[in-house]
């Protein structure tokens, strides 16, 4: 009888065997998918195979992430160039009007800060810079909406002040689509038309809001500025390869990107304090 039972008990556990393997096999696999998931959260706060751009300097590290990538879309440092770049047009001239200074820093933040950024955020043929958070409706919000404001201000200025600067406001509007959506196949997508529109008009801009007219010392001002935005997106490019695939990166490269990083922060900060430099001393006078 005792042997009959435990042959029983063989028997029962032989053919229970399989369904507890089952069941282990079924337990690793989500443990796997869990493990996956846990590695894709983590990689998207810490920076590990980054594909969009949330974990740059600019973009801060507190509050919603919806909030945070706001503040990215800004491009805050280079926003800030280009805001110094239109000062220090402003600058270029014997007298100034302060509200006109005001005025082009307000076009200049609302034309490039925003609608530019929404735009190429829209626009980008690749990796999305600021991944999903915004949807398309969003970004086109926000670019029509700055465009009308900039464009508002800027007509008024042009009807009443300064007509001269009718022919930049369409140059510029050009470029915000041309440029920031890639039009005509991504043939204005170059650093050189960067830094033209985006480094040397805004000098001009900022000089013809003060005296309706281009001033030789705002045209060299604005080469200038122009060969200084060069250097700035010839150095922006690699870098931001880099970033997206941090993870895979040799430590020399890690290297590279840091130095390129360092680049950045110190073209975007010397441009942005020579401009309230030279606004102190204007005011101070």
């Avoid at 160039?81 to 402003?90: C, I, K, N, Q």
């Avoid at 040799?250 to 130095?259: A, G, N, T, V, Y």
Wanted: proline share 3%; with cysteine; aromatic share 14%.
């Amino acid at each position: 009888m005792k042997l009959k039972i435990n042959w029983q008990v063989t028997d029962s556990l032989n053919a229970f065997l399989p369904r507890i393997r089952s069941a282990f096999d079924l337990l690793l696999e989500s443990a796997d998918d869990n493990r996956s998931l846990i590695n894709m959260a983590t990689t998207e706060f810490t920076g590990d195979d980054v594909k969009d751009r949330r974990t740059e300097w600019f973009v801060p590290r507190f509050g919603s992430l919806k909030f945070r990538l706001m503040i990215g879309l800004l491009f805050l440092p280079y926003t800030g160039m280009v805001l110094a770049f239109a000062v220090l047009g402003s600058m270029a001239v014997g007298t100034i009007h302060w509200g006109r200074v005001l005025a082009i820093v307000v076009i200049y933040f609302f034309g490039l800060g925003v609608a530019a950024h929404a735009l190429d955020a829209l626009g980008s043929k690749s990796t999305k810079p600021w991944g999903t958070v915004f949807t398309k409706a969003q970004l086109k919000m926000m670019a029509a909406s700055s465009l009308i404001i900039a464009y508002c201000i800027a007509i008024y200025y042009m009807v009443y002040y300064v007509p001269w600067l009718t022919g930049v406001a369409i140059l510029e509007g050009f470029f915000v689509f041309a440029y920031n959506l890639e039009w005509f196949g991504g043939r204005f997508h170059t650093d050189n038309w960067f830094a033209f529109s985006w480094g040397g008009l805004p000098v001009i801009a900022g000089c013809i809001m003060q005296v309706n007219r281009i001033t030789m010392g705002a045209f060299i001002l604005a080469m200038s500025m122009a060969f200084l935005s060069l250097v700035e997106i010839k150095a922006s490019r690699p870098y931001k390869e880099l970033k997206r695939n941090l993870s895979a990166l040799s430590p020399d490269e890690k290297s590279l990107m840091e130095r390129y990083e360092s680049i950045l922060k110190s073209i975007s900060l010397g441009t942005i304090l020579l401009a309230i430099g030279i606004l102190i001393c204007r005011i101070a006078g």
